[in-house]
């Protein structure tokens, strides 16, 4: 099976709360990028972002310029429907795999 089409499935079938990975809470990753010091409007950008609630977070906090990444098509529709369409359209969408993009 390859790569997408693994995590493909993978995000599919399961719920995203019940991934092994999955942090209702992502303090580590915004404790790692608030010590940066960067303006509200640096670019962020979330390599793997999976449905990762860290890009909720860090709309919450007002940060402008969010892109997410994933090799998943399905995981990132699922990001942005609990994202909802007004905070969706605040973030760059890139479906693609980064260890061989396109």
């Known amino acids: 099976m390859k790569k997408k089409e693994h995590w493909e499935k993978v995000y599919d079938k399961q719920e995203i709360n019940k991934l092994g990975w999955f942090e209702e809470n992502p303090e580590p990753s915004l404790e790692l990028i608030e010590a940066c010091k960067l303006g509200r409007d640096a670019i962020l950008l979330n390599v793997g ?54």
């Open 49 to 102: 972002a999976g449905a990762t609630t860290l890009v909720d977070v860090l709309l919450q906090k007002g940060y402008e310029n969010i892109v997410a990444n994933d090799i998943s098509v399905s995981a990132l529709r699922k990001l942005k429907a609990r994202l909802g369409k007004d905070e969706s359209e605040k973030v760059q969408w890139i479906v693609d795999d980064l260890t061989k993009p396109d």
